[in-house]
């Protein structure tokens, strides 16, 4: 149909108000950020202004020193990750950036990277999870120093909060009878968003 | 307002306007983000097929049963002025793909900043009623604002609010279904089962269709009573259903007049699961339905004002005016012709009723004898005419 006319007899239309096209759109864009991303940069402000005030913080990465997972094995944080905490039983440490973290553990393990997967999400996942879901098929991944390991995304509810976590298993065996465990994770959707640098860090593994 | 207020202000039926506005700003920043999360929400749904394969197929086969009924429901209810297709689908990509994945950053975020305030216990019972329902009602109501934007002659009463908001947030009760089911109940044929039992079966007649369709009425109210209404007066109302919306979501994220059994659910418990639903959904539903029915009044109202000018010629009689306002009555003059005359004379009846709703609004489009009117006015008078010539047809006023 085409658009509207006018007849003759009509009276007079009052003109038409301007439409308004960008200011609109452009509330829109900002109401939309404010609100979606908002919160993540108000988390992470504060996140730094608590490590701008610890003299102990780590500078950037080019100088950031390699973090010991386990005597002799260690991996180098990128920016943003802290250490959050050492494990003992087994050995470890619990790297955090906002709302992810990267658990690396490393303990007396025989088998191979696909029993150690297995392993893990048996003895560490399972106890703590109300659900878990584990990748049916493991991915083969080559890490930089050298090891074969094993990689597969898990989804579960955990912890008394019910917290739907996702994550990323990535499990390797080192010289000596060594496993290796990192568990990268984050709530549900958030977990793409520090995957690459998760990756990063596990390829960062150095041994010896 | 009073019919004669409604002859003089005529609905816009006569307008289709498809999604492609290509020199509306509102599309670019719409296909901008549909492109950036649609990424996000295509990886996000490998992942859960990768992770568990069957869970996720049944999921979408039970989903598909929930969202087509509902979609045709929601699509049907506009009675006269159906929406032109792109858009519905655009408000539906919207909830589905946009706000489902712009809620999990706010919800995230928003979430750990306001849990970092409050007492542990405290923060686990209640932040998903302090983040969920202000965000997610933000981001799905902005789809139907940009729905707007991009074709602001398509929404001309609060239906048409209804209809689109109904839409986003069909679509992203969808999308966050197929999340639970996989992430929180396992993934697993079982958990799939019970999710969909308590997230649709039990819930589904309460939640983001009903909060973003009350959002979409009153966007549409604000921007379709300018020199009805004073700017106060929109405002309020359009704020006012929103934080309807809102209070609904929060009251059902709440712990407050939480009657839910402890998982895992066994026998009567299920039904409990029905009660528990319905204390928090059912007054809220019954507002929706009530606000549905006055804006499906409003339009039975536009309808009879749009075809005051045209009873009488041609195009439409009375008595087919009188069928023609209610949908049951529509269903029924072609149930008693098919009993009459045949599927065909139904079938043509329907056509005829459906030419006549498009009489209106081309009437509502041009003005006096316009070259459309007159040769929409024909067509029916055709149909009418057709339908007439076959055996056992003819009503019994004209014998």
Redesign the interface.
């Known amino acids: ?2 658009h ?4 003759v ?2 009276p007079p239309s009052p003109p038409a108000p301007k ?1 308004r ?2 200011l ?2 452009l509330a ?2 900002l ?2 950020a404010v ?9 992470g402000a ?1 996140e730094e202004s608590f490590t701008e005030g610890d003299p102990g913080a780590d500078p950037g990465t080019e100088t950031r020193p390699p973090v010991v997972v386990l005597e002799s094995v260690s991996i180098t944080p990128l920016d943003g990750w802290e250490v959050a905490e050492r494990f003992h039983d087994p050995e470890g440490v619990r790297l955090t950036k ?2 992810a973290t990267l658990d690396a553990v490393a303990f007396s393990f025989q088998g191979t990277p696909e029993e150690l997967f297995d392993a893990y999400v048996e003895n560490a996942l399972i106890p703590q999870a109300s ?7 493991l991915e083969v991944v080559h890490l930089d120093a050298g090891f074969t390991a094993a990689r597969g ?5 955990f912890g ?2 019910n917290a ?1 976590i ?1 994550g990323e298993l990535t499990t390797a065996l080192l010289p000596g009878g060594i496993g290796i465990v990192f568990d990268g994770w ?5 977990y ?1 968003l520090v995957r690459d640098e998760v990756d990063r860090m596990v390829q960062s593994l150095r041994v010896g | 307002m009073a019919a004669t207020g409604l002859s003089d202000r005529r609905p816009r039926w ?3 306007t498809s999604l492609f506005q290509f020199g ?3 599309f670019y ?1 719409f296909a901008l ?1 549909i492109g950036l999360t649609g990424w ?1 929400t295509v ?2 749904q490998n ?2 097929r ?4 069957e ?1 996720w197929v049944l999921s979408w086969l039970l989903l598909l049963l929930y969202a087509l009924p509902v979609f045709l429901l929601v699509y049907y209810l506009d009675l006269y002025e159906r929406e032109p297709i792109s858009l519905v689908i655009g408000a539906f990509l919207w909830g589905a793909v946009a706000a489902t ?6 919800n ?6 306001i849990a ?1 305030s409050l007492d542990p216990d405290f ?2 019972r209640w932040v998903p009623a302090l ?1 969920a329902p202000w ?1 997610e009602e ?2 799905k109501a ?1 789809g139907v ?2 729905i707007y ?1 991009i074709a ?1 002659r398509e929404i001309d009463d609060i239906m048409d609010g209804f209809v689109y908001g109904a839409l986003v947030g069909l679509g992203f009760a969808v999308i966050e279904n197929v ?1 639970y089911f ?7 044929t079982e ?1 799939v089962l019970v999710g969909f039992f308590l997230r649709v079966i039990a819930s589904g007649l309460y939640g983001h269709v009903l909060y973003t369709g009350l959002s979409g009425m009153g966007i549409a109210y604000f921007t379709t009573r300018r020199g009805e209404a004073s700017l106060g007066k929109r405002l309020g109302v359009a704020i006012g259903l929103f934080g309807i919306a809102m209070l609904a979501h929060f009251l059902w994220n709440s712990p407050l007049m939480d009657f839910f059994p402890l998982p895992p659910l066994e026998g009567a418990e299920f039904a409990q699961v029905l009660l528990a639903t319905a204390v928090k959904g059912v007054p809220f539903l019954a507002f929706v339905v009530v606000m549905v029915r006055l804006a499906r009044r409003r339009e039975n109202r536009w309808l009879q004002a749009a075809l005051a000018g045209e009873v009488g010629k041609e195009g439409i009689r009375q008595e087919e005016l009188a069928v023609l306002e209610s949908p049951r009555d529509r269903r029924r003059a072609r149930r008693e012709i098919a009993g009459r005359a045949g599927r065909g004379a139904s079938d043509l009846l329907k056509r005829l009723q459906r030419q006549q709703v498009n009489l209106a609004m ?1 009437a509502t ?6 070259p ?1 009117l007159l040769r929409q006015r024909a067509y029916c008078k055709a149909l009418r005419d057709a339908l007439h010539a076959m055996p056992g047809t003819r009503p019994e006023v004209s014998r």
């Open positions: 149909m085409g509207p006319e006018q007849s007899a009509a439409e096209k960008w609109p759109t829109v864009f109401v939309l609100v979606s991303l908002g919160g993540l940069f108000a988390v504060a906002g709302t659900q878990l879901q584990t990748a049916e098929q995304f898990y989804f579960g509810v008394e909060r739907s996702e984050a709530e549900t959707g958030s793409r | 006569g307008h289709r509306q700003p509102a920043l983000l996000f990886a996000q992942l859960f990768e992770v568990a394969p869970g994945t712009l809620a999990i950053f706010a995230i975020g928003w979430g750990a900043l970092r923060a686990a983040t965000t933000i981001l902005a604002v940009l934007l602001r999340f996989i992430a929180v109940f396992g993934g697993e958990g081309v489009r041009v003005d006096g004898d316009h459309d």
